[in-house]
């Protein structure tokens, strides 16, 4: 595997007034590396990879995603949100668009392809998350799982390099996670480079090349799932993974 | 079996053929009230003078009469301070979110100036004070200060509208590289639209019911008209009504209008 990093936080901090949901992070993400990042709610997790794409500013440490140094209000970016997918927890598809041109807004109005590149592509991916025959639908007519789905493939349309999912199946019907899950492996089989925080240990053990366990704002635990399902190194973990193993 | 109700009073007033008995019985006392009283004022009815103010047919043919000039005037009036209140007030608006200090700053005190002083004082502040000195006439006072007065409020509603669009279609569109601008034209104010579009038709009516006081600096809309009338004929029950039943008629048209549209707009999200 070549070891380029592509994100890569060094001491990164955020707070909310006198809160401190991230402290003293240190992580990093490379070239097609997977990672998983779990841990209890309310430990950082989501706010952690949304500090990756500039939707959260880090109030201390230095951030660096795909070359770009991070810091508030910087110009750069938009230029890195396209380079950097996000599917959120609660899909935010565009509701007064159809399937198609959700897809296809991004790649024409921030990529600046033409209408027929952008269809190419829209339809190309919708094909890839298996609902091509859902393209002229609203996404109020679509299932939780086939929202999802379209919202990964919006977040693919753009051509990214890294993908981040911020608890991708939390918001889903029971039924609906597999389909989720075998989307997003297949993503994983494709090489892309993912940062995906989730509950799913079962996806977390089919795919991820590094685990991360965050409490209370900091990383715990940083160890390949071999190591972190059979012999976590702290206590921490090996409760977590009692709890949610569990069931 | 279905629950038994206690038979009210709002139960029964409630009903159709009590609420048009009640109804007919108040529009038949006022009209009666109306009637007998300027009866005792020894009021000479003259309905038959009327019709010729609406058109008329002379020896060049079928002529409009004045109040549909002076509707039209309305209409027009209308539709031109509404459509720069829109621009201004979806402009203040934006700046009073944009989250800049100045920005905000400005929104807020151009709102709470606009907000704060009499229509009528507005209306001179444009006609005797502004008008001579930037040297704009009548009508470019009445469409600047009706404008200026329903941009408030119209600022208003967009900002209502646009907050009332969820965050994470703010994060959705950042998220694929958006800037704030194309967020906005893209994803936001199309969504905003839906919450606002009925308070917009709210504020077109109560615009054309205000755009009357311009009849105070003689702008040659209805009202004016309906003045002019009167000093001619001393009409004034006649004219008031049919003022009345033109503004009417022209606003309910309107509301009806645009619930269509509402309807259809929201069938298709």
Not at chain 1, 36 to 55: D, Q
Not at chain 2, 163 to 191: D, F, K, T
Request: proline content about 5%; hydrophobic content about 45%.
């Amino acid at each position: 595997m070549t070891k380029s990093p592509i994100i890569v936080a060094n001491g990164v901090g955020k707070a909310f007034g006198d809160f401190h949901a991230l402290t003293d992070v240190h992580m990093t993400v490379h070239k097609n590396e997977r990672v998983v990042v779990c841990g209890p709610s309310g430990s950082g997790k989501s706010t952690l990879i949304r500090c990756f794409n500039g939707l959260e500013n880090h109030s201390s440490g230095n951030l660096t995603v795909d070359g770009i140094e991070l810091y508030p209000d910087s110009p750069e970016i938009r230029q890195l949100r396209q380079d950097v997918g996000m599917v959120f927890q609660q899909f935010n598809l565009f509701p007064h668009l159809t399937v198609l041109e959700n897809l296809m807004i991004g790649p024409m109005k921030v990529r600046k392809l033409d209408r027929a590149q952008a269809e190419a592509t829209a339809r190309k991916y919708l094909e890839r998350v298996r609902i091509p025959e859902q393209a002229d639908k609203r996404p109020a007519q679509l299932s939780g799982g086939q929202q999802q789905r379209v919202a990964i493939a919006r977040a693919l349309c753009m051509e990214p390099r890294v993908m981040l999912f911020d608890e991708p199946t939390s918001a889903l019907d029971p039924e609906m996670i597999g389909e989720v899950l075998d989307v997003m492996v297949e993503l994983a089989d494709t090489g892309m480079t993912m940062v995906v925080v989730t509950h799913e240990m079962g996806f977390a053990r089919k795919v991820a090349d590094t685990m991360v366990f965050m409490e209370a704002g900091r990383i715990v635990e940083t160890s390949p799932p071999e190591t972190f399902f059979t012999n976590p190194t702290s206590d921490r973990a090996r409760m977590f993974l009692d709890q949610i193993l569990e069931h | 079996m279905p629950v038994p109700r206690p038979v009210t009073f709002t139960r029964i007033v409630n009903t159709t053929p009590v609420a048009v008995v009640l109804y007919v019985m108040i529009v038949a006392v006022i009209v009666w009230a109306s009637y007998t009283g300027a009866q005792q004022m020894g009021y000479n009815w003259q309905w038959y003078q009327i019709p010729k103010y609406f058109y008329r047919f002379t020896d060049d043919g079928f002529q409009v009469g004045e109040i549909i000039t002076g509707l039209w005037a309305t209409i027009v009036l209308s539709l031109t301070s509404f459509i720069l209140a829109t621009v201004l007030g979806l402009g203040v608006a934006l700046l009073r979110l944009s989250g800049l200090v100045v920005g905000k700053g400005v929104a807020v005190t151009y709102l709470e100036f606009v907000r704060n002083i009499p229509l009528l004082v507005l209306l001179y502040l444009f006609y005797y004070v502004l008008g001579p000195v930037f040297g704009f006439d009548r009508w470019t006072a009445a469409v600047l200060t009706l404008a200026v007065f329903h941009s408030a409020l119209i600022s208003e509603i967009f900002r209502a509208g646009i907050n009332s669009v969820a965050n994470g279609q703010w994060e959705a569109a950042a998220s694929i590289g958006m800037s704030r601008a194309q967020a906005y034209r893209y994803i936001i104010l199309p969504q905003s639209v839906r919450f606002m579009l009925p308070p917009l038709t709210g504020e077109v009516v109560h615009l054309i019911k205000s755009s009357a006081i311009v009849s105070v600096i003689a702008v040659a809309e209805l009202t004016t008209i309906g003045r002019n009338i009167i000093s001619d004929t001393y009409m004034s029950f006649e004219v008031w009504f049919t003022i009345a039943a033109v503004y009417l008629a022209l606003t309910l048209v309107l509301s009806f209008g645009v619930s269509a549209v509402e309807k259809r707009f929201q069938s298709e999200t």
